[in-house]
């Protein structure tokens, strides 16, 4: 709560609304209790009394009421009608359209063009005849203004409900027993609510506005009784002659509606989730930079190459250490893998080498990475943007999500081509159905004219590969491109793999959590845990001669085909939230060796030639008397 008021008051405009409306509102919660007039008592003798005259402080109107009072009353009497109509119209609208969106089918056809032809009325002509059935009055104000809203509610919320309702975590719940009206009330209801209250927020002060237009027309409030839309009503007759009588309640609803959509924009903007977890803006277009400690010296270890990189996400006070004192190099014709339980910094690694981690609220705090040389955390934006792509290039996991849904297979080939070369859109052609038969793709003529959803995930991933080939980079960074894929499928993905390495002299950084990945592929394999390098070194060393002890259970989790029955071990234990790491190893309360003395203090990396491991009391004697 206290983290949205912090959002929300960084929009200065938000402020102010904030500022002007809580006055307004504590001005009309004790009117009761401030010395006026009575607002209702007339004194023709006194009438129209220009303001800021000796005991009418803004005038008398026709009838010699004090305005000051009048308007004071009539403002709170606005207000409540006007919030009771948006929250009467919120519940309601936002009823229909969830029970809309909820069921579906015939339901959903039945109540939306009920909807619909609500919609199709001019809503002050339809408010104007539900007040003409029902007889002029404040409370069938009401219940007009509020009628007439309900379609927008029901609109907006039947349109997330629909997309809600199909998700995974909707046909979890059935699946679990759930009832629809708990399904409804657990499920989708708390989904929904922010946008409820954004709409909510954002419709108020038109509604108080349409109330003061009833009003206006004698259809609201009856004399005596003020309100703002019926004083400003009888103010327009003297207009000319005493224009206080306008003036006074139509300054207030300006100010009423000005600071209700100013804090409702505020509330939106507040709200919305995309932005809670960083500042009131979108990710910049490369990761933020701001190193503490020197910029290490190169050390020229590979075409591509990581030096003591730390990226944290800092989330209002709270620090993610996702990576710390990663070093990492591959060499052109080189494969590197970098495996690790899910959580582990691999993404995070991977997505700050081209500076890509979304910021806020990522931040780099050190280290460098150097690509030829060049360190690229120092280079413009521009110089990475030509490097993107062209040198560097990324294949994900789930290619779906990384594809654009409405466009052909071959056009975004092409248009990877063209970002980056000046050229025609028969050779981008030409060169895309080159990619797609370089990744061996069956029928590649007919399936550049494919959508994405048209494709098996396989096929998918192929063109995510022959997208990243697109503009022959020397490096390429794999986030797990296989884990979504079955067996016989990612053996074929990584043979291509290899066979574009050993063709074309790729480096590729191949990340995974698969050690019989790893053992097909990679020539060298890191281990990462808790963002930190815990073990490096040649992949056949590794695997059989793991140092640390994490390396050796987590080999130990790997069942062999045919290597007979035996127990697989699990680690106990999770990993360690990376905002609360633990000063020493951060594996030690998992394992099973650790002394106080890896408590104490952060373990260094100790390094001989390729090897190194991150451990006081590593495995390798323990092995060799075990062998
Ligand atoms: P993986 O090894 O599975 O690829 P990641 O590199 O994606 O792991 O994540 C590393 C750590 O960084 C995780 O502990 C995750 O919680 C944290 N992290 C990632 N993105 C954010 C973010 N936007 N805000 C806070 N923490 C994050
Ligand atoms: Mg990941």
């Known amino acids: 709560m206290s983290g949205f008021l912090k959002l929300l008051f960084r929009n200065r405009l938000a402020a102010v609304g904030a500022v002007v409306l809580g006055t307004i ?38 009838l010699g009421r004090d305005q000051l009072s009048r308007l004071l009353h009539g403002t709170r009497l606005s207000l409540a009608v006007g919030l009771a109509a948006a929250v009467i119209a919120a519940t309601l609208g936002s009823a229909v359209g969830i029970i809309a969106g909820y069921f579906g089918g015939r339901t959903d056809n039945v109540i939306m063009r009920g909807v619909d032809m609500l919609m199709a009325f001019p809503y002050i002509l339809l408010a104007l005849a539900i007040v003409a059935a029902l007889g002029p009055g404040l409370l069938n104000a009401l219940i007009a203004v509020a009628a007439v809203n309900i379609p927008f509610f029901a609109r907006n919320i039947r349109g997330i409900t629909v997309s809600l309702a199909g998700r995974e975590f909707i046909d979890a719940a059935r699946l679990a027993g759930k009832g629809h009206t708990r399904i409804i009330l657990t499920e989708l209801l708390p989904n929904v609510l922010p946008t409820i209250v954004i709409a909510m927020s954002t419709t108020v002060g038109w509604m108080i506005l349409e109330t003061a237009g009833l009003s206006f027309l004698g259809l609201g409030s009856q004399p005596p009784v003020a309100d703002l839309g019926s004083m400003l009503g009888k103010g327009r007759d003297s207009l000319i002659t005493d224009p206080h009588t306008s003036i006074v309640p139509g300054v207030m609803i300006f100010l009423i509606v000005m600071s209700v959509n100013l804090l409702g924009d505020g509330v939106r903007d507040a709200l919305d989730p995309r932005l809670k977890s960083g500042a009131l803006s979108r990710p910049r277009a490369m990761t933020a930079v701001n190193r503490k400690g020197p910029v290490p010296e190169t050390d020229d270890k590979g075409l591509l190459n990581i030096q003591n990189l730390e990226t944290q996400f800092h989330v209002g006070p709270r620090v993610y250490r996702a990576v710390n004192d990663v070093s990492l190099h591959v060499k052109p014709g080189e494969c590197l893998g970098v495996i690790g339980e899910s959580g582990s910094g691999k993404s995070v690694t991977a997505l700050s080498v081209m500076g890509l981690v979304a910021s806020p609220p990522g931040v780099i705090t050190g280290g460098a990475v150097r690509y030829a040389g060049e360190d690229l955390l120092g280079a413009s934006y521009k110089s990475l943007r030509t490097k993107r792509g062209e040198n560097v290039a990324y294949i994900f996991q789930d290619p779906l999500s990384t594809l654009h849904p409405l466009y052909r297979v071959g056009d975004q080939l092409a248009e990877a081509i063209q970002c980056h070369h000046k050229i025609s859109d028969a050779k981008a052609r030409a060169r895309s159905l080159e990619l797609l038969r370089a990744v061996r793709i069956p029928n590649a003529e007919s399936r550049l004219r494919d959508y994405p959803h048209e494709m098996s995930g396989g096929m998918r991933q192929r063109v995510g590969i022959a997208m990243a080939m697109a503009n022959d980079p020397d490096v390429i960074i794999a986030d797990e491109p296989t884990t979504a894929l079955d067996v016989t499928v990612q053996a074929q993905i990584l043979a291509l793999l290899d066979d574009l390495r050993r063709e074309r002299g790729l480096a590729i950084v191949f990340i995974t959590h698969d050690f019989g990945v790893v053992a097909q592929l990679t020539d060298r394999v890191a281990v990462m845990y808790a963002g930190q390098i815990v073990e490096q070194g040649r992949t056949e060393e590794v695997l059989s001669r793991p140092l640390h002890p994490y390396t050796r259970r987590l080999i130990a989790c790997v069942p062999e085909l045919g290597g007979g029955r035996r127990r697989l071990e699990a680690i106990p234990g999770l990993p360690p939230m990376v905002d609360k790491l633990p000063r020493g190893c951060a594996f030690a309360a998992r394992c099973d060796k650790a002394q106080d003395s890896c408590r104490a203090a952060p373990i260094a990396l100790s390094r001989d030639g390729d090897r190194a491991v991150r451990c006081l009391f590593p495995e390798e004697a323990l092995r060799k008397d075990a062998s």
């Open 25 to 62: 509102l504590v001005l009309v919660l004790i009117t009761p209790l401030l010395p006026l007039k009575d607002p209702n008592v007339t004194d023709t003798a006194n009438k129209f009394i220009p303001p800021f005259t000796e005991g009418h402080l803004l005038g008398t109107d026709h």
